[in-house]
T-cell receptor, first 112, second 109 residues
């Protein structure tokens, strides 16, 4: 089934640990995004990539890094996790001129 | 700053009609989106408006007034499965999406 796959779906992590959230899409979309979603707040953009080989910072990039080595994969890394990074993380991609986003199922991360 | 406002929560009755409003103040405008998000799931695309007026898609319609910075999502013949959060998002002049916090819609029998 075409779409976006995220892993892991859920993770509990000790503060200070390094964590990579994986995201893979098979729709050949150029643009990919990482969002975090917290209760009472809108989706907030962490990082984005308009095409393979390029990345950009979103609204809340601090503490996160991304890479885009190829079209399909867009991993998000927390170098040293902190409790404020407890959230639900959504990866998304976009492939047409309207900007419609296709989302992965989300990764629920708890940092203790 | 950029801002999207929508009600936090609304309640409606099965079979009825509900209108969810969204007002926005953004740096430029390149379209407005509505997404549906069921609890514990990913958002899914509902509609896209870039010109003023009403776009109808089955039981769902979306309206846009760019001069007023206003949109609404109209849901007709409500079903229990319509219980979800509805997210309004505006694409600004940099083609970045600005998201509202979402409106949780509760449908009662």
């Amino acid at each position: 089934i075409a779409g976006i796959t995220q892993a892991p779906t859920s993770q509990i992590l000790a503060a200070g640990r390094r964590m990579t959230l994986r995201c893979t899409q098979d729709m050949r979309h150029n643009a990919m995004y990482w969002y975090r979603q917290d209760l009472g707040l809108g989706l907030r953009l962490i990082h984005y990539s308009n095409t393979a080989g390029t990345t950009g910072k979103g609204e809340v990039p601090d503490g996160y890094s991304v890479s885009r080595a190829n079209t399909d994969d867009f991993p998000l890394t927390l170098a040293s996790a902190v409790p404020s990074q407890t959230s639900v993380y959504f990866c998304a991609s976009s492939g047409d001129s309207t900007g419609e986003l296709f989302f992965g199922e989300g990764s629920r991360l708890t940092v203790l | 700053g950029q801002n999207i406002d929508q009600p936090t929560e609304m309640t409606a009755t099965e079979g009825a009609i509900v209108q969810i409003n969204c007002t926005y103040q953004t740096s430029g405008f390149n379209g407005l989106f509505w997404y549906q998000q069921h609890a514990g799931e990913a958002p899914t695309f509902l509609s896209y408006n870039v010109l003023d007026g009403l776009e109808e898609k089955g039981r769902f319609s979306s309206f846009l007034s760019r001069s007023k910075g206003y949109s609404y999502l109209l849901l007709k013949e409500l079903q229990m499965k319509d219980s979800a959060s509805y997210l309004c998002a505006v694409m600004d002049s940099n083609y970045q999406l600005i998201w509202g916090a979402g409106t949780k819609l509760i449908i009662k029998p």
